[in-house]
């Protein structure tokens, strides 16, 4: 499960930053087409975070929309899926302005 490798990652990453705490609460974005899993990261994250400073941590997931920019028509578009069309002109050529990230924001420490 690739979620598990994220999850792990995301604890490997709070390590550097966070000395001598436990690690209370993390917020995490997750982008509508970054192909993460949230059901999966709810299950993982526990099994990652076991004898680790982030042990017992609450996790809390926002969602990002996705959004484009149509490099034919110039218009703002939305995306659900990586497969999607322009809206307005259906041509497949765009740049993803958001929805493909996995960030942490914010970190509560005890
Ligand atoms: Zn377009």
Same mark, same amino acid.
């Given at each position: 499960?690739?979620?598990?490798?994220?999850?792990?990652? @995301?604890?490997?990453?709070?390590?550097?930053?966070?000395?001598?705490? $436990? @690690?209370?609460?993390?917020?995490?974005? #997750?982008?509508?087409?970054?192909?993460? =899993?949230?059901? %999966?990261? *709810?299950?993982?994250?526990?099994? +990652?975070?076991?004898?680790? #400073?982030?042990?017992? +941590?609450?996790? &809390?997931? #926002?969602?990002?929309?996705?959004?484009?920019?149509? =490099?034919?028509?110039? %218009?703002? #578009? $939305?995306?659900?899926?990586?497969?999607? +069309?322009? *809206?307005?002109? !259906? !041509?497949?050529?765009?740049?993803?302005?958001?929805?493909?990230?996995? *960030?942490? @924001?914010?970190? &509560?420490?005890?």
């Amino acid at each position: 499960m690739h979620e598990l490798a994220i999850c792990s990652n @995301i604890i490997k990453i709070l390590k550097t930053q966070v000395v001598n705490k $436990k @690690i209370k609460k993390i917020w995490l974005r #997750i982008g509508e087409i970054s192909g993460v =899993n949230c059901d %999966a990261i *709810q299950f993982s994250f526990p099994i +990652a975070a076991r004898n680790t #400073i982030a042990e017992n +941590a609450e996790i &809390e997931l #926002i969602h990002v929309h996705a959004r484009g920019k149509c =490099n034919t028509c110039h %218009a703002e #578009i $939305k995306i659900t899926t990586l497969f999607d +069309a322009c *809206q307005y002109c !259906n !041509n497949y050529d765009y740049e993803i302005i958001q929805g493909n990230e996995l *960030q942490i @924001i914010k970190v &509560e420490v005890e």
